[in-house]
């Protein structure tokens, strides 16, 4: 019955109302409904009903359970009646309903759907059902004559649920012999027994406790944002800082893993070794080692080997990460964590068991599947959403305001998780530089820009570059050297000069300002990757603004000294023999050349091709070398045939995303439904029917045919590609090749349509 008024509510609406409801409400229109009242029962549906309440903020529900306390879902009540309820206009609440189809105005008053009761519980506004008092009864003289302790049970389920359990339900006594205040309060009529154990407070009284209003103003009225003003180039500046410092330690981790890549657990995920392993190399907590290898596989800089024992390693992609500059490693870092599907904040803050006597201890590990949740980018998006509407250099002073904020405007939304995805959202936007001081940056601003028609997101990207490549301290091209052989960088290096500097000295603090420490193990490192003395005497006497002091020269000069003395080379073969003139005599061939074979005593030569390459290589010279094993022994080198990769495990499908409406595409699917309602409404006369099953479809042909040649209206009832059976006017003009052209370009199957009747 519902559905039937709504169904005629919406086919008096308009063309733009329809197209409206269903960019509103995107569930309604797949599949595509054949006509409106199709529509209004897919809108009266309990799953349907809780998806749209979903964008409703809290005033928007309290006045849709204001209806409900109207008993709007059982007959028409009038507006004064719910602006009397709620103490305020509820007009622009209303409409906001009216669009989703969650209510609707007739002359009668204001209705709305039963499932809306169903979606939002049996105790609307947190009220009991309703138990009118007597008419002569004064509640108020009532409430005003009883004693404390009856005041504080009925004040209790006011406030809270109206429902209590007590053991004094189980005893049926008059006022006299009440003992305890539950019990006075059931003689009293006050309170309402509904089982032996179960108390429930009417609605009546609970209004009149609550003075009559059935929600307060703290749910009526958006919760205010403290804020203070910065200027936005401050904010930038600031946001700089972090996304610098994000990338020397996505850097240092990217190095890292390099050497020693971490394990994949045979569950999957991060280990906690590896995590603190993380922490004691970069000098971070657990949450922030957590968030960067997070964010590092998201951004495709590191990757599941997918060997047979499997570990995180860098991808060529890190390489050409770490060849970019700054601003462009931030903005790739950021855009990947602003999309990543997963929320990091379980691995540090996993909620409590449903006890809540103790903490979980199945803590999900980071990168494993336990963390992935769709629904993350859209919660990021929502937070910085917020921040973003705040004028430029406008930040919060508290976090607290913001996450309330929110869930003012989205009560039904988030899940349990809600109030701490947001929590975790501040805190990994303020780490990664996405927000500062509580303000959102310029490069920020451009990575939350909607799409313009032919851009695409690297385009928001490249926008984001230039933001934060503006808000960077331009490169210095010096250091300050100090005595005790640490080096200042007042500013962020030019890449050359990171590079050397980076190659001689270790960094002992990071900030705006990087102090690096010289010492005897970071010198001889410089030294092993092929730089001299000289060169570094000379990067220290060009680059620094500060005299070099004699300390560090003698440290250069000394461990120079000493280095080198001892040689290792890395070579795949060798060749030996005690002949030292057939040495000689396989060294001056032509062959030793195209080899790389190099004596290194007189009587062995090594090579860096592998040793089978090396022996047929002096086999056609005319040579006859044999190979010998470890123990020195000949052994056989011949292939033993063609050896193939292990085949990797089944690619993870991926998750299907939502379907999006074009506002074209709702247009045609409102076009389509008034085409049914016009079939709907067609009176039909002499038709045939396809028997399901025969595919016979040649009365249908013949009374189509019939149509085409006298021009008349066809009522046709057809089954879509969906399935799904539809019903449609239509002036034939055409029936060939098993198709029905109609005059509107319609074009319909034969094998399709299940019926077919002119039109009277």
Same mark, same amino acid.
């Given at each position: 019955m519902v559905a039937m008024m709504l169904a005629d509510v919406l086919r008096a609406a308009s063309d733009e109302q329809l197209a409206a409801l269903l960019l509103a409400r995107r569930d309604l229109a797949t599949p595509p409904p054949a006509d409106t009242e199709v529509l209004a029962r897919r809108a009266a549906t309990p799953g349907s009903v809780? $998806?749209?309440?979903?964008?409703?903020?809290?005033?928007?529900?309290?006045?849709?359970?204001?209806?409900?306390?109207?008993?709007?879902?059982?007959? *028409?009540? =009038?507006?004064?009646?719910?602006? !009397?309820?709620? &103490?305020?206009?509820?007009? %622009?609440d209303l409409a906001a309903l009216e669009r989703l189809a969650l209510c609707w105005s007739t002359d009668e008053g204001i209705s709305t759907l039963p499932a809306v009761r169903e979606t939002l519980g049996p105790f609307?506004? #947190?009220? #009991?059902?309703?138990?009118?008092? *007597?008419?002569?009864?004064?509640?108020?003289?009532?409430? /005003?004559?009883? *004693? /404390?302790? %009856?005041?504080n049970v009925l004040t209790k389920l006011a406030t809270g649920a109206p429902i209590g359990r007590t053991r004094d339900a189980s005893v049926d006594v008059d006022l006299e012999s009440a003992r305890t205040p539950v019990q006075r309060l059931l003689a009293r009529g006050l309170l309402v027994r509904r089982d032996s154990q179960t108390v429930e407070l009417p609605r009546e009284i609970g209004l009149h406790l609550r003075g009559g209003r059935a929600f307060g103003p703290q749910t009526l009225h958006e919760p205010e944002l403290r804020t203070r003003s910065f200027s936005q180039e401050s904010v930038d500046q600031t946001a700089a800082g972090e996304a610098m410092e994000l990338c020397r330690q996505v850097g240092e981790l990217l190095s890292s893993w390099s050497q020693n890549p971490p394990p994949v657990l045979k569950a999957?995920?991060?280990g906690v070794r590896e995590v603190r392993r993380i922490c004691r190399e970069l000098e971070i907590d657990e949450p922030r080692a957590v968030l960067l290898a997070e964010v590092v596989v998201a951004a495709?800089?590191?990757?599941?080997? &997918? @060997?047979?024992?499997?570990?995180?390693?860098?991808?060529?992609?890190? /390489?050409?990460?770490?060849?970019? #500059?700054?601003?462009? $490693?931030?903005?790739?870092l950021a855009a990947a964590w602003l999309d990543m599907p997963r929320l990091p904040g379980l691995v540090h803050d996993w909620p409590d068991d449903q006890s809540g006597s103790a903490r979980r201890t199945d803590v999900?590990?980071?990168?494993?599947?336990?963390?992935?949740?769709?629904?993350? =980018? @859209?919660?990021? $998006?929502?937070?910085l959403g917020a921040l973003a %509407?705040? =004028?430029?250099?406008? &930040?919060?002073? /508290?976090?607290? !305001?913001?996450?309330?904020?929110?869930?003012?405007?989205?009560?039904?939304?988030? &899940?349990?998780?809600?109030?701490?995805?947001?929590?975790?959202?501040?805190? %990994?936007?303020?780490?990664l530089g996405v927000i500062a001081l509580g303000a959102v940056p310029s490069a920020t601003r451009a990575l939350l820009a909607d799409v313009e028609p032919g851009e695409t997101p690297d385009d928001l990207r490249r926008r984001a570059t230039v933001a934060m490549a503006e808000a960077l301290p331009d490169p210095v091209d010096h250091v300050l050297v100090q005595a005790d052989l640490t080096v200042v960088a007042p500013g962020p290096l030019e890449p050359g000069l990171a590079d050397d500097i980076a190659a001689v000295a270790d960094i002992e603090s990071a900030g705006h300002a990087t102090v690096y420490r010289i010492s005897e193990q970071s010198v001889r490192r410089a030294l092993d990757s092929g730089r001299t003395a000289s060169e570094l005497h000379e990067l220290f006497a060009k680059r620094s603004r500060t005299p070099v002091p004699q300390s560090l020269t003698y440290l250069i000069d000394d461990v120079a000294r000493r280095h080198g003395r001892l040689r290792g080379g890395a070579a795949s073969s060798f060749l030996r023999s005690d002949d030292e003139v057939l040495i000689a005599e396989v060294l001056a061939h032509p062959a030793a050349e195209e080899l790389q074979l190099r004596r290194i005593a007189p009587t062995v030569l090594v090579s860096p091709l592998p040793l089978a390459e090396v022996l047929d290589g002096l086999r056609a010279a005319g040579f006859s070398p044999a190979a010998e094993g470890m123990n020195g022994q000949v052994v056989d080198l011949t292939p033993r045939g063609r050896r193939v990769a292990a085949p990797r495990g089944p690619a993870r499908r991926a998750l299907p995303t939502r379907n999006q409406l074009s506002p074209e595409q709702a247009e045609e699917v409102v076009a389509r439904m008034r085409a049914g309602d016009a079939a709907a409404s067609a009176r039909r006369g002499a038709g045939v029917r396809n028997a399901g099953g025969t595919g016979d479809t040649s009365a249908t042909l013949e009374l189509l045919a019939e149509a085409v040649r006298t021009g008349r209206q066809v009522w046709i009832g057809y089954v879509d590609a969906n399935g799904t059976a539809a019903q449609r006017v239509v002036t034939p003009v055409r029936v060939s090749a098993g198709i029905l052209d109609g005059a509107d370009n319609d074009r319909y199957p034969l094998h399709r349509i299940t019926s077919a009747a002119y039109v009277e």
């Open positions: 809780a $998806r749209a309440c979903e964008q409703l903020n809290a005033r928007q529900l309290a006045t849709a359970e204001a209806l409900l306390l109207l008993d709007a879902d059982t007959k *028409p009540v =009038p507006k004064s009646a719910i602006d !009397e309820l709620l &103490g305020i206009d509820a007009a %622009e609307p506004a #947190g009220l #009991g059902r309703s138990l009118p008092t *007597p008419a002569d009864a004064d509640v108020a003289a009532m409430l /005003d004559e009883l *004693p /404390d302790d %009856e005041k999957g995920g991060l495709g800089l590191v990757a599941d080997s &997918g @060997s047979t024992t499997p570990e995180f390693v860098p991808t060529t992609l890190a /390489d050409s990460w770490l060849a970019t #500059g700054p601003a462009a $490693r931030w903005a790739l999900p590990a980071p990168l494993s599947d336990r963390l992935h949740r769709p629904t993350a =980018p @859209s919660v990021r $998006r929502r937070v %509407e705040l =004028p430029p250099g406008t &930040g919060i002073v /508290d976090n607290a !305001e913001l996450i309330a904020l929110l869930a003012w405007r989205n009560p039904r939304r988030g &899940g349990r998780l809600r109030d701490d995805a947001a929590r975790w959202v501040l805190a %990994e936007a303020a780490a």
